[in-house]
Structure formats: C-alpha cells, structure tokens
C-alpha cells in the first residue's frame, strides 16, 4: 500500500491550495480517505474524510465551508480543496487510507507521509 500527498506549500492568508493523494495497493475493505493535519507542537487532528463509494463527505467543524475534499476521474485518487486559508491552517497535512464504521468515522490503517502546508499573515 502506498499513499502520496503533494501540494503543499506557502501560501499568504485568504488564498487558497489543493493537495491531492494518489492510493495504490488499497485492500478492498479500505473504503474511506481521510485528511489529517499536525501543527508545530500541537496533536494531530482530523481534517474530514470521503468514501470511495458513493462519495459521502464529513468535515471537522473548523474547515467546514472552506475546505472540500472529492474524488479525481483518475482511480484512487483525491484532493483536498483549502480556501480562506488562515494561519492556523498551518501544519504538515497527511492523507490516509481507512474503513468506515457504523459511526460514521474512521478507522485509518494506511498513512501517507505527509505535505506541508504554510500560511503566512
């Protein structure tokens, strides 16, 4: 299994990037695509995720209406639209690969290496 996120980069505040993952080698059980991210210092945390199938979304509440995440035409691939950047949106941000649970979140097994993502003020 290997996942790799790109797109990172400096960005000044209330501009916008896109990162994308591409998936291979996925199990066939792995059916949801996650975004995490992990600020200087602080803990990570989860960003939203997108079933493969169907293509649900669901978003942390602090990214809500400034970041989308959706499917590429291209197999096993997705992208993680970030608009409105702040400077608290800066952190390394990490894809992952994982199984949806009746809970509706996420149960992530496979971890990309990560992008970094910095918003200047």
């Known amino acids: 299994v290997q996942l790799q996120a790109s797109g990172g980069g400096l960005v000044q505040a209330g501009g916008c990037l896109r990162l994308?993952?591409?998936?291979?080698?996925?199990?066939?059980?792995?059916?949801?695509m996650g975004w995490f991210r992990q600020a200087p210092g602080k803990d990570r945390e989860f960003v939203g995720h997108?079933?493969?199938?169907?293509?649900?979304?669901y978003y942390e509440e602090s990214v809500k209406g400034r970041f989308t995440i959706s499917r590429g035409n291209a197999k096993n691939v997705v992208y993680l639209q970030m608009n409105s950047l702040k400077p608290e949106d800066t952190a390394v941000y990490y894809c992952?690969?994982?199984?949806?649970?009746?809970?509706?979140?996420?149960?992530?097994?496979?971890w990309g290496q990560g992008t970094l993502v910095t918003v200047s003020s």
């Open positions: 992952a690969a994982g199984a949806l649970l009746p809970t509706g979140r996420g149960q992530y097994a496979y």
């Open positions: 997108i079933s493969w199938s169907g293509g649900s979304t």
């Open positions: 994308s993952c591409a998936a291979s080698g996925l199990p066939f059980n792995m059916n949801v």
